[in-house]
């Protein structure tokens, strides 16, 4: 069993930044494909980024491409999603996600283990 604990999210303005982190339980976190999904009302859930446990690889959305970055610290167990010239349409919960030996490229229904998501809210 994996548990993923996701922090950082907020009320930010347009144009501005924020760092999500998410925590993971669990021995074999480096042998973990780690992602990032959003869910905003009424939608649903997305891919945003995501991370490989070799490599590593990262892969991103096309609406993010170039704004966010996705990074992973093994040592702590840890995957970041850095979020920079940040839109209202980026305003989501957003949630982490794990595929232990999993791949990165996976689409959301097959990650086996999601975190509760954190609220992200983008200002105009």
């Known amino acids: 069993q994996v548990q993923l604990a996701e922090s950082g999210g907020g009320l930010v303005q347009a144009g501005g930044s924020l760092r999500l982190s998410c925590e993971a339980s669990?021995?074999?976190?480096?042998?973990?494909?780690m992602g990032w999904f959003r869910q905003a009302p009424g939608k649903d859930r997305e891919f945003v980024a995501a991370i490989s446990w070799t490599g590593p690889i990262r892969k991103y959305a096309d609406s993010v491409q170039g704004r966010f970055a996705i990074s992973r610290d093994d040592r702590k167990s840890m995957v970041y999603l850095q979020m920079n010239s940040l839109k209202p349409e980026d305003t989501a919960v957003y949630y982490c996600a794990a595929d232990p030996y999993g791949s990165y490229d996976n689409p959301a229904r097959a990650w086996e283990y999601w975190g509760q998501g954190t609220q992200v809210t983008v200002s105009s």
């Open positions: 669990g021995r074999a976190f480096s042998r973990y494909a």
